[in-house]
């Protein structure tokens, strides 16, 4: 188990604390990690008390809990750790009495599951009314910011109150079991960092894709689009952590030195290299138009783009970016496509294609490496290509309880390690990258491509590779 804790989740009433902080805190306390004499607090406005909370949390956790999971004497056991409290994060209210529930020696967690313009007020009078001490942490949500000026002030205001080392900004996808795993299988095998680099992979894809409209949050959403929803935090970080250089150690900021230099080293985006798409409806599903609630939206729900990072080990090697929403299927993977031998000895080969590792990201989570063999048979030297396929669901021996990313990062919080967590500079570094862009949709007013529902995207997106003499991996 973790050290003895206070977490207050600001918020706590709230679709995220619902959804994903309090079921993944149960099942870790399920599974034993979850100190004697813990507590979590939900904040909120809402008037609560701390029974009413705790039917709250049940309900959360019947919800969103696999149903074997529902022991009722475990839940119980559980919700006698949570409290209440309504504070008004704008107001004064609620700030002494939460003062007086803190207790010493105890690690203080905060969580801001909140607005994003509610970051600074909090920070700020968890700072005034002296309930953060010097070991306490808080932990932001995105969005961190929509631009660098917003960002660089949101950094700027947690500063006054909080040090770099008490501030964790999550990005959930950091969280991810894949994620995590993709720098084990980079640093803890031999077989591919030597390969890695722009003399044998010739490209790399990374595709999120998703099922899912923006119904129900259309209105956040259609202020964002792709690229700061999607694209500026969650696709960026797999980059990083794809491209990067290895860490001496996995020390926190050994980690995030080498993602941000990543980062540093993007090329500025040429528009020719970027695909805009928003989709289409159909009798089944409304169109992003009708979702965002905005008939004259030019906010895009899918992006494709092609990307350079200017270093020795990548100048040469492009990298295909594609996310979006109400694509065909769920679909989040990385491929390394590594480039053909330098010379075939068994004559030419029809189709054939060249060596590729999967990340799989989710569904299925696992990885997956193309290899060539021979065809089987008397049929003379014919190559084909097999997947060495390893599926961690399969390989683990209770593989379907794989950790939900908020689980993780939520006892990274409570154990002080920052790895996993964005630093302020590398979000700065980030929306430097990505500002230049949305820029320039602004000044020209280019509006995003329609796509069908259900499709892989536009047509445009196909040829971005097609152009190069290269295609996207299927989405399924
Ligand atoms: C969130 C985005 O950060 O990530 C959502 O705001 C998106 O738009 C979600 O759907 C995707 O997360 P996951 O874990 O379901 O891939």
Same mark, same amino acid.
């Given at each position: ?17 619902r ?7 149960y ?12 507590r ?8 609560f ?24 004497e ?7 750790n949570?409290?209440?409290l ?28 909140? %607005?994003?313009?509610l970051? #600074?007020? =909090? +920070? $700020?009078?968890?700072? /005034?009314?002296? &309930?953060?001490?010097a @070991? ?14 917003? %960002?660089?002030?949101?950094? #700027?205001? =947690? +500063? $006054?109150?909080f040090? /770099?080392?008490? &501030?964790?900004?999550? @990005? ?21 960092e ?48 794809i ?6 150690d996995f ?20 528009q020719?290299?970027i ?28 992006i ?6 200017s270093?020795w ?20 993977e ?7 031998p ?16 999967v ?13 060539t ?21 399969e390989a ?7 950790p939900?990313?908020?689980?993780r990062?939520?006892?990274d ?10 630093r302020g500079?590398?979000v700065?570094?980030?929306?430097a ?6 820029e ?9 491509v ?23 991996r299927?989405?399924k």
């Amino acid at each position: 188990p973790v050290e003895v804790f206070d977490l207050v989740i600001f918020g706590g009433t709230g679709d995220l604390a619902r959804r994903k902080i309090l079921p993944g805190l149960y099942r870790r306390f399920l599974a034993g990690q979850l100190p004697e004499g813990m507590r979590i607090i939900g904040a909120a406005r809402t008037d609560f008390d701390d029974a009413g909370y705790r039917s709250f949390v049940n309900d959360a956790i019947c919800e969103f809990v696999k149903p074997s999971k529902h022991d009722k004497e475990r839940i119980k056991e559980f919700v006698e750790n949570i409290h209440y409290l309504a504070v008004d994060a704008m107001g004064e209210s609620g700030w002494t009495e939460l003062a007086a529930l803190m207790r010493p020696g105890v690690i203080r967690a905060f969580y801001f599951s909140v %607005a994003p313009r509610l970051f #600074g007020p =909090l +920070a $700020e009078r968890l700072h /005034e009314y002296e &309930i953060a001490d010097a @070991d306490s942490r808080i932990v932001v949500e995105k969005p961190f910011g929509r631009d660098l000026e917003t %960002a660089k002030a949101l950094n #700027g205001v =947690l +500063a $006054e109150s909080f040090d /770099e080392h008490q &501030i964790y900004r999550i @990005d959930h996808y950091l969280g991810k079991e894949t994620v995590q795993n993709l720098m084990a299988v980079r640093f803890g095998n031999v077989l591919f960092e030597p390969l890695w680099n722009s003399q044998y992979v010739d490209h790399i894809q990374i595709t999120v894709a998703e099922s899912v409209g923006v119904g129900g949050r259309g209105s956040y959403y259609d202020k964002s689009g792709a690229i700061r929803d999607m694209v500026q935090n969650h696709l960026m970080q797999l980059l990083c952590l794809i491209a990067m250089e290895p860490p001496s150690d996995f020390e926190p900021d050994a980690v995030r030195d080498e993602k941000l230099k990543v980062i540093r080293a993007l090329d500025p985006v040429d528009q020719a290299d970027i695909v805009r798409g928003q989709y289409r409806g159909d009798d089944d599903v409304a169109s992003y138009l009708e979702d965002a609630e905005n008939e004259d939206s030019t906010t895009e729900s899918f992006i494709a783009m092609k990307l350079g990072i200017s270093n020795w080990r990548w100048k040469g090697t492009p990298i295909y970016l594609r996310t979006g929403k109400r694509l065909r299927d769920r679909t989040s993977e990385i491929a390394v496509v590594f480039k053909d031998p330098p010379h075939s000895i068994f004559g030419p080969q029809e189709g054939r294609r060249g060596n590729v590792l999967v990340i799989r990201l989710q569904p299925n989570e696992g990885m997956n490496l193309r290899v060539t063999i021979k065809e089987p048979g008397p049929g003379g030297m014919r190559l084909i290509e097999v997947p060495l396929d390893m599926s961690f669901a399969e390989a683990l021996a209770d593989g379907d309880d794989i950790p939900d990313a908020y689980e993780r990062l939520i006892m990274d919080v409570m154990r002080g390690n920052q790895t996993l967590f964005m630093r302020g500079d590398e979000v700065e570094a980030a929306w430097a990258w990505t500002d230049p862009i949305i820029e320039a949709w602004e000044k020209a007013r280019t509006k995003p491509v329609p796509y069908d529902a259900g499709s892989s995207g536009p047509d445009d997106s196909l040829m971005l590779l097609h152009r190069d003499g290269r295609r996207w991996r299927e989405i399924k």
